[in-house]
């Protein structure tokens, strides 16, 4: 997991009337889920703790300077990879029925939240898949490259179909699928 540091410098706050007291802002940890009011609530509570001289008004969040704080915060980061590619397969989710001019069915949402599951759980030293949305509202992956072809389909039952060519094997089968763990199947298959 990422996780960054937030400094005085990393942020624009304006004429904020706690600017002063950016001078003397110490790093705070935040993880990769970290979100501008989680870095408020702990900005704001250490310069509680840091200032003797505060009555005990002063302690209640002054919703004001939060909307400031939000309104004027630049905390960003990258999107991964994983995540553009997990944003992408969710967006599905937004898609009708004949999406493809075609008839083809809706996504399930089952699908879509299974095909989620499932990249969130692969390593991080494997390359990631093309997403792949069937007729049938089905979601599915596809590698095809690097000496693999696998193609796996989330079914609407909550399993797994695959068909997985390597070094000349070929492997096919249907799984159940649980969303909290890599079946075993693949981290041989994909060698992770």
Request: a negative charge; glycine letters at 8%; charged letters at 20%.
């Amino acid at each position: 997991m990422t996780s960054h540091t937030a400094t005085a410098e990393n942020y624009v706050f304006g004429n904020l009337e706690t600017e002063q007291n950016l001078n003397q802002f110490k790093p705070i940890p935040l993880s990769a889920e970290s979100t501008l009011s989680d870095l408020f609530y702990k900005w704001h509570s250490a310069l509680i703790k840091e200032d003797g001289n505060r009555s005990k008004t002063s302690e209640a969040i002054n919703l004001d300077l939060y909307d400031e704080f939000i309104r004027v915060a630049e905390f960003t980061r990258s999107t991964t990879t994983r995540e553009q590619l997990m944003g992408e397969i969710r967006s599905w989710a937004l898609l009708k029925a004949d999406w493809d001019g075609e008839g083809a069915a809706a996504p399930i949402a089952g699908c879509i939240k299974n095909v989620v599951s499932f990249i969130r759980l692969l390593p991080d030293d494997i390359s990631l898949p093309e997403p792949m949305l069937h007729a049938s509202g089905n979601t599915g992956l596809f590698w095809g490259d690097g000496g693999i072809y696998a193609d796996i389909e989330f079914l609407h039952n909550g399993r797994i179909a695959y068909y997985i060519e390597q070094n000349g094997d070929k492997h096919k089968g249907a799984i159940n699928f649980d969303s909290e763990n890599l079946p075993p199947v693949f981290s041989v298959l994909l060698r992770v």
